[in-house]
């Protein structure tokens, strides 16, 4: 208690120096975060996070107090140092123009969910003046990552005919929303959608999405203050299920971790993508396991369309163990609800690199697999998708990523067993043509996305999609592929699909 007098004082201190509130809080807080940082003491230097989430809280509270504070209205630009997925989440995120980070990286968790919303998003903009931008005008160019304060007429009128531009695709691409995803020569590929809050459920449905192909279970739990109990997350999935019914709707478990912080559980590691996270996090809780399993069965009674993934996935002994607590559960629930509920099918995420060496052993565990591209990709080229400095480093488009994932296909069509991938890489029309060559029948993506790679599957015949595949595959160069590709869409009339990957918002 003595401490919190400390910081309270040095606090008021701070204040009569001339500082504003929030500004003398942040001021003293990130001075003691830094000093315990430095400590030899174990114990003290884990206080950090207390430390860090005092801070937020305090601030939280003066924000809710200033008076001077506006509403977001649907022209409002999202600004701070960093936002994190559970703050973004907790906001009416349809009245969101853009988002602008001066931290953060592009490839991290809150921008997919961001991107997900269809909300333009640019982090890592160092220079910027977060607290002197209120009533600026802005250009947010999410696209080339570019933001232009105060911007001089002339690029304002660009940039008008820019939006002008992509509201007329977006308007084009409507007609989208009824067709089927089928080849010109006839080859079917399904759309599921990504969800984690209701409005990409709507969304989904209305662009005319197959299925979830991936329900981040962990959102709900980021709503929160504290974990949610059985009958709340029952409430929760058995919404995702219905809109869906007769549909496939593939659940994954919590997976929380690394750049996916629940407010009142955070985890601090040195390296956190290799860290405590995904399966190896419930697995260590089976409390927190079984009550989302056990919720998630008794959402499913009546329409039988749950799939449960398991993340973040290295050893066949950690899909044997939750194997055998799922087993439990579902023979739990029937005892206790008199009712026969249908064994939901379980899959597995590809994240980790060993996983794809050893396909035929969790084959015979599992029902389906599912390609985590985002992960994959992260792990396969050392790349931390959270760190700016080496953002460049990170594609879809990099041969060995093409190669692997080639294999894996081939590999799951051996054993028989149904892959579908998710993540960013099967929402760009560019790489989605050359997942469907590589035999994926099934991509899961945003809503934003799915319009855009249909209308893509819809003027791309296989045959072609195929040989743009064996070409690129032999390139050297993750540019070279992804000019290739673009050479290809704009020579055969799909050059909005190119130009389309822009987000633009003023």
Not at 89 to 98: G, S
């Amino acid at each position: 208690m003595l401490y919190y007098y400390v910081l309270l004082y040095e606090i008021k201190e701070t204040k009569r120096e001339g500082r504003g509130a929030q500004g003398a809080v942040k001021h003293v807080i990130d001075r003691h975060v830094a000093l315990f940082a430095q400590m030899e003491d174990d114990y003290l230097r884990e206080r950090v996070s207390d430390l860090k989430d005092l801070g937020r809280r305090i601030l939280a509270a003066l924000q809710e107090d200033d008076t001077s504070h506006k509403e977001i209205t649907s022209e409002s630009i999202l600004i701070g140092e960093e936002i994190s997925t559970a703050a973004l989440v907790e906001l009416p995120v349809d009245k969101i123009a853009a988002i602008v980070t001066s931290e953060g990286a592009a490839n991290s968790h809150m921008v997919i969910v961001a991107r997900a919303l269809g909300i333009p998003t640019v982090v890592g903009v160092t220079e910027l003046p977060v607290n002197n931008l209120d009533d600026v005008e802005m250009i947010v160019d999410a696209y080339q990552g570019r933001v232009f304060v105060n911007p001089p007429r002339r690029l304002r009128t660009r940039y008008k005919e820019i939006q002008k531009e992509e509201e007329q695709i977006a308007k084009d691409l409507k007609q989208y929303e009824t067709k089927d995803s089928i080849t010109p020569d006839g080859v079917t590929v399904k759309l599921y959608v990504n969800t984690g809050l209701m409005i990409d459920v709507v969304r989904g449905v209305q662009r005319g999405a197959k299925g979830v192909g991936l329900y981040r279970s962990e959102i709900p739990f980021m709503l929160r203050d504290r974990f949610p109990g059985e009958e709340e997350q029952r409430a929760i999935y058995r919404q995702q299920l219905s809109h869906f019914a007769n549909k496939p709707v593939i659940m994954r478990t919590l997976d929380i971790g690394a750049d996916k912080d629940l407010p009142y559980f955070q985890i601090e590691e040195e390296n956190s993508a290799l860290g405590w996270r995904g399966i190896r996090f419930t697995l260590d809780h089976p409390e927190i396991f079984s009550s989302q399993i056990r919720a998630m069965l008794k959402a499913s009674i009546g329409l039988n369309n749950l799939h449960i993934l398991l993340p973040m996935v290295t050893n066949v002994s950690e899909v044997e163990e939750a194997l055998y607590l799922l087993e439990r559960d579902w023979l739990a629930v029937q005892e206790e609800e008199q009712v026969k509920i249908t064994k939901p099918k379980i899959g597995i995420m590809v994240e980790v690199p060993s996983v794809l060496l050893q396909i035929g052993e969790f084959a015979e565990l599992v029902d389906f697999f599912s390609v985590g591209s985002n992960d994959l990709i992260q792990y396969l080229l050392a790349v931390d998708r959270n760190n700016p400095r080496v953002a460049s480093v990170y594609s879809h488009f990099h041969p060995s990523v093409l190669r692997a994932l080639t294999r894996l296909v081939q590999e799951c069509h051996k054993y028989d067993k149904p892959i579908s991938i998710c993540g960013e890489m099967a929402g760009d029309p560019l790489s989605a043509i050359l997942l469907m060559a590589m035999g994926f029948n099934t991509l899961s993506m945003s809503s934003s996305n799915i319009l855009r790679v249909r209308k893509a599957i819809c003027h791309v015949p296989m045959t072609d999609a195929q040989k743009l595949l064996e070409e690129v595959v032999a390139l050297s160069n993750p540019l070279m592929v992804k000019s290739w590709m673009e050479y290809y869409f704009k020579h055969h009339g799909l050059g909005d699909m190119v130009k389309s990957n822009r987000m633009v918002n003023i």
